[in-house]
């Protein structure tokens, strides 16, 4: 099973940006398919952005298409998500996530990180 460590979190203000990283170790990190999930305090666990084990295909939540892009590289058993022009709302927990399944369902993924802490000000 694969071990996922996140970094990159922080304090931005509104309409900058932040790039969080998720390093994985263990398994294979190319067997995954990987995931961005996001938890802000008092709500469920949302799907972000999710990404194929070649890093071919991609998809996000409409609420952050066209601001956030998912990115993985093989060679360094990392997966990124580069976050731009953000907003007060896309203040939460990032967890990284691995899954067997192309999915943006949370269940569906098997191994998760500790999460990393993003708050945008305005």
């Known amino acids: 099973q694969a071990q996922l460590v996140e970094s990159g979190g922080g304090l931005v203000q509104t309409g900058g940006s932040l790039r969080v990283s998720c390093a994985a170790s263990?398994?294979?990190?190319?067997?995954?398919?990987m995931g961005w999930f996001r938890q802000a305090p008092g709500k469920e666990r949302e799907f972000v952005a999710t990404?194929?084990?070649?890093?071919?295909?991609?998809a996000y939540a409409d609420s952050v298409k066209g601001r956030f892009t998912i990115s993985r590289d093989s060679a360094k058993n990392t997966v990124d998500l580069q976050m731009n022009s953000l907003k007060p709302e896309d203040t939460a927990i990032y967890y990284c996530?691995?899954?067997?399944?192309?999915?943006?369902?949370?269940?569906?993924?098997?191994?998760w990180g500790q999460g990393t802490q993003v708050t945008v000000s305005s």
């Open positions: 996530a691995a899954s067997s399944q192309w999915s943006t369902r949370s269940r569906d993924y098997e191994t």
């Open positions: 263990g398994r294979t990190f190319s067997w995954y398919i």
């Open positions: 990404v194929t084990k070649s890093g071919s295909l991609t």
